[in-house]
């Protein structure tokens, strides 16, 4: 019901700036929450930045002050500005969506997209 494509992702050195960006379509109207989540080779899934359709965000502790999470409600897209890149931020990074409806509840995933901080 809904589709979630990203873009943005790369090689970048340490110190550098990044920008993801992640479009929804399909039945778009239930969507709520949005977020990014990123995984690291042999740990866990965890939530780098969230945003509420009204706005309202949260972080990480290991990315405040150097990642931005933002959306545009009309273009139907979530963004992740990353500044002063670290290579611990290296990871996958997948776009997020929670979705409901009638008495129904959903997420949904993007593809991912590597993240890779190296000289």
């Known amino acids: 019901q809904v589709q979630l494509v990203e873009s943005g992702g790369g090689l970048v050195q340490p110190g550098g700036s990044l920008r993801l960006s992640c479009e929804a379509s399909?039945?778009?109207?239930?969507?709520?929450?949005m977020g990014w989540y990123r995984q690291a080779p042999g740990k866990e899934r965890e939530l780098v930045a969230a945003?509420?359709?009204?706005?309202?965000?949260n972080y990480a502790d290991s990315v405040k002050g150097r990642f931005t999470i933002s959306r545009d409600n009309a273009k139907n897209t979530v963004y992740l500005q990353m500044n002063s890149l670290k290579p611990e931020d290296t990871a996958v990074f997948y776009c997020?969506?929670?979705?409901?409806?009638?008495?129904?509840?959903?997420?949904?995933w993007g593809q991912g997209t590597q993240v890779t901080v190296s000289s």
């Open positions: 945003i509420t359709r009204g706005g309202i965000t």
């Open positions: 997020n969506a929670q979705w409901t409806g009638f008495m129904v509840a959903k997420q949904y």
């Open positions: 399909g039945n778009i109207l239930g969507i709520n929450d």
